[in-house]
């Protein structure tokens, strides 16, 4: 069993920065991040996986970074240009296995954490 724990989470006005932080209990072989805002569906945002691939969703492609450090089990999101449409609960979650070409589904991770409140002011 492994555990997550984020952090990070605020309120920031559009255009600034925010970096979230995601420990784990123990070794995964992907972690990533997803974001869930009120009435939508969970959303893929991020992954960074074995041997250092990275994932990210169109949506914040360019604007959003991944990393990780593996001597501590946590990965990093940088999110800088924020925008209002980023306002959400992120969760990271991680996996074990390689769930191959279905990195984007929340289907395919194994664990959660209880998710980190960002909202991005207009």
């Known amino acids: 069993q492994v555990q997550l724990v984020e952090s990070g989470g605020g309120l920031v006005q559009a255009g600034g920065s925010l970096r979230l932080s995601c420990a784990a209990s123990g070794r995964t072989y992907a972690m990533g991040w997803f974001r869930q805002a009120p009435g939508k569906e969970r959303e893929f945002v991020a992954v960074?996986?074995?041997?250092?691939?990275?994932y990210y969703a169109n949506s914040v492609k360019d604007r959003f970074t991944i990393s990780s450090d593996n001597a501590k089990n946590t990965v990093y999101l940088q999110m800088n240009s924020l925008k209002p449409a980023d306002t959400a609960v992120y969760y990271c979650a991680a996996d074990r296995a390689d769930s191959g070409a279905y990195y984007n589904a929340a289907r395919a991770y194994e664990y959660w954490g209880r998710g980190t409140q960002v909202t991005v002011s207009s």
């Open positions: 960074i996986r074995g041997g250092g691939y990275t």
